[in-house]
């Protein structure tokens, strides 16, 4: 921790987390510093009392800290980040009632482009809104180093809880946790701890372990073609060009009865639901490349297990390659249990610095700079507004993301509930020069009959699965 002088004030700074560094990292190579901005939508089929709903937002800001993050760069171009006291910023309220409700979205998509100043800046833009169809509530627009999905739907939540206490006299939210705490903990983490010795070794094994194999989301072409070019006919690695970094989300959104048919099997088989998602999507990427029985794919980590981490706001998110192995022989089931063993081994040192973690992938396998041996990342986001709570009203509510329009990643897969019926919503954001819209309809298509084939009957092996699709 260093203290600078900040508009007069002397300020305690904190060297950025591994997380945050992330970010940093990808807006540091991306001409486009939108990249770290997140939009979001939450819509309630309900009139509001927008004074109320200011008050709330204020209140919420003032509980969460992140909410009040700045940044700053020192002379020697090292970046550091401090708390602000809570001030009230500029809320406006925007009627978009009378518009078509997809142009309402659309501007709100050009509003998730445009970039926050990136020092000494507040890092965020909340709006109030008026929709069609009797829905209000709120856009916002947060830079990633300082919120992750996870943050933001605590935030959301916290604002309808705080609107709904003054509104209805309904019971107050617990309060929030400290940001600062939990970041001292992760910089604690950080300091060469034992902690931190024990995962350094087991990423190490794991580097030294026998070479991974691609796997393409489009097939073996890549490979082929990249082998071919190379010279090396058993190269296992590739990379997927872009030479642009704009970018588009594809939503597809799995009705409700058959979302319940995923959740149940997981809740009879006792399968976290991101298990059975990542043995989808390892499934499919072996059909797509010639039934290869090495698949990797860049697993999210949420990092939130305590409730420190749950409501400390922040961005937590750490990505790790998660491999599996399987042979056609393995029952469906089978392939479960392996791949929920696989995702346990890898919670366990997910506080390691993912991207420590490939530049001496990277160094010790020697491939061309920005190949892998992932295709596709995902991310499963289990929470939602929709929870039995007295501090909730049960009433309709409309959920959207909205696309910055740039990715970092060639593919991203984030899969969530819906919060008016706790569907599952595949969100597919992807490089438009890298992935066409039709390829992102071919993988879902195959990822549901997967995921379907597999729950009807857990005792089919993967062999018969791929067989089947």
Known sequence: MKEFVVNGAVMQCYPLTAAQRIHHYSVMHCPCHQLLNIGTGLYIQQDLDFNLLKEAIYEACYRMESMRLRFLQDEDGTVYQYIVPFEEQEIRLVDFSHWKEEDAHDEMRRWTAIPFPRFHSIMHEIVMIKLPNGYNGLYMKVNHMTMDSSSIIAFDRDVIELYCAKCYGT?????????????????????????????????????????????????MGRLITQRRESGNPNLRSAYVVSKSPEAAISVYQLEKEPSDRLMQFCTENRVPMVCLLLMGLRTVLSKFNDNEKDVSIKSCVARRGTLLEKKSGGTRIHFFPLRTIMEPELTFMEGLQKMQEAQNRLFRHANYDPIEYTMRRGQYRNYAPGASYESISLTYQPMTLKQDSERMPDIPYKSFWYTNGVAAQPLYLTVMHRVEDNGLNFNFE???????HEEMEYLYYYLCRVLFRGIENKDRTIGEILDMI
């Open 430 to 436: 992807y490089k438009k020069d890298a992935v066409t």
């Open 171 to 219: 019971e107050m939210p617990k309060p929030m946790q400290s940001y600062i705490q939990a970041l001292e903990k992760d910089l604690a983490y950080e300091a060469d701890s034992p902690a931190r010795q024990k995962d350094f070794q087991f990423w190490t094994e794991e580097i030294e372990a026998s070479e991974p194999m691609y796997t393409d989301f489009n097939g």
